[in-house]
């Protein structure tokens, strides 16, 4: 997997059309069409979300993936690869041919985190179900890692 190097482009032209996207977690988004990624199959439990935005977050390794679609759902992505050293993710032929992916080389992977539901409670991340995302065809696929040793809430360090 590569680092996810991603960013607001510096220059746009003025012409470039902007997609307007609602978020009741970020407000009105004016997404420009490098963030929009869709998900064939949605993501697992929402097979029917199937545009979505990549917006960064505040903080440095964090990005928001915002439904195109439903303003309620938002979901806090993390590069997990700095606070679990030892995690890896190896997409099958299938996860790339869904991807459109030449190679995995191609691929960022990014953890859902949870936010902590009370002060002081750390966040946690899904390490068994990341997000693979190829920013060459803009297409997303939620991955199920059946036999890692990571799980669904795996703490982060902060």
């Known amino acids: 997997m590569t680092a996810l190097a991603y960013a607001t482009p510096a220059v ?6 902007r997609v307007e996207v609602r978020s009741l977690v970020l407000g009105t988004l004016q997404a420009h069409p490098d963030h929009l990624f869709t ?19 505040g903080r440095p390794g964090f ?3 915002q439904s195109v679609d439903e303003a ?11 606070a ?14 869904v991807l459109g992916a030449a190679s995995p080389r191609d691929v960022v992977v990014l953890a859902i985190v ?18 693979a995302l ?4 803009r297409r997303g696929k939620q991955v199920v890692i ?7 809430r795996c703490e982060m360090p902060d």
Do not use: K, M
Request: aromatic residues 10%; hydrophobic residues 45%.
């Open 114 to 131: 949870t936010l902590p539901g009370r002060p002081g409670a750390p966040c946690v991340a899904n390490l068994q179900g990341p997000i």
């Open 84 to 97: 679990f050293p030892e995690y890896e993710v190896n997409l099958g032929a299938g996860d790339l041919s």
């Open 72 to 82: 309620g759902l938002a979901f806090l992505l993390a590069d997990p690869f700095p």
């Open 39 to 57: 998900f064939p199959a949605g993501l697992t439990g929402l097979p029917e979300q199937r545009q979505w935005v990549l917006v960064q977050a």
């Open 63 to 65: 990005w928001w993936l």
């Open 146 to 152: 059946a036999d890692s040793p990571f799980g669904t």
């Open 12 to 17: 746009v032209p003025a012409h470039t059309p």
């Open 134 to 137: 190829d920013l060459r065809t």
